[in-house]
């Protein structure tokens, strides 16, 4: 079973539609990521968690929000989704080591969405 | 975070060694250079990394150059499951975020 799961894998919505996307790992790590790709682009970081008490916005969280319901699950959301939302998004966990300089992370396999 | 610069492609031949080169001339001291890769259709993977000694591990090798303004990623035998995004990233961890900045990467294009 893979560590970083995401549900749904594909996703088509509305405009104005409210929708969840989640991620649960059983890696049993602490710190928790949403990241979003845009066609042939690298990633950028929307939200971050470091604990289940510790949510920060990322570079690009305007129109998300992000819950993390427990250790090993982080949810993102999108209030009123807009086609420029279209786009494949991951979610990552990380161990939270001392050595941050070092520290891996693990991506889920992705959640492809699609707003009309 | 420091910003690296990576060719858009390259190409290679099955079973051949394959050099992914990365520039960060503005590397600090304490900055770790990373690389993942993101295979078709799948999140990104941690490949390798290193601070200023050269590196070795099950998948590659990371060769860093002395003045660690550049650093080569290094697939002996390259194979068609190798193709890839390969990204070249710079931690400092400094700060809450511990992100990842992601650039554009490096497509590897393999043939048989």
């Known amino acids: ?116 | 975070d420091a910003k690296t610069t990576q060719p858009n492609s390259m190409e290679s031949n099955e079973e051949e060694p394959v050099h992914l080169p990365c520039n960060h001339s503005t590397i600090s001291g304490t900055d770790y250079i990373h690389w993942y890769r993101q295979l078709p259709s799948q999140g990104p993977e941690y490949v390798i990394h290193g601070l200023t000694s050269n590196v070795n591990n099950r998948m590659a090798s990371l060769a860093i150059a002395e003045d660690r303004k550049s650093s080569t990623l290094i697939l002996h035998r390259a194979t068609l499951r190798d193709a890839a995004v390969y990204y070249c990233i710079l931690r400092d961890g400094s700060g809450a975020t511990n992100k990842l900045i992601f650039g554009t990467g490096t497509l590897l294009a393999v043939q048989p």
């Not at chain 1, 690298?42 to 969280?61: A, H, M, P, R, T």
């Not at chain 1, 090993?72 to 786009?87: D, H, R, V, Y």
């Open chain 1, 1 to 116: 079973d893979a560590d970083v799961t995401q549900t749904p894998r594909n996703r088509i919505t509305k405009t104005g539609k409210r929708i969840m996307l989640e991620c649960s790992q059983t890696k049993g790590h602490d710190r928790m990521y949403w990241y979003r790709q845009d066609p042939g682009l690298g990633l950028q970081l929307i939200y971050y968690s470091f604990d289940v008490k510790d949510i920060n916005k990322g570079e690009i969280s305007d129109g998300y929000s992000v819950s993390r319901q427990a250790q090993a699950k982080f949810s993102l959301s999108l209030e009123s989704a807009i086609p420029n939302q279209t786009a494949l998004y991951f979610c990552a966990t990380s161990p939270g080591l001392a050595g941050a300089r070092q520290e891996t992370q693990y991506f889920g396999p992705g959640t492809r969405l699609l707003v009309l």
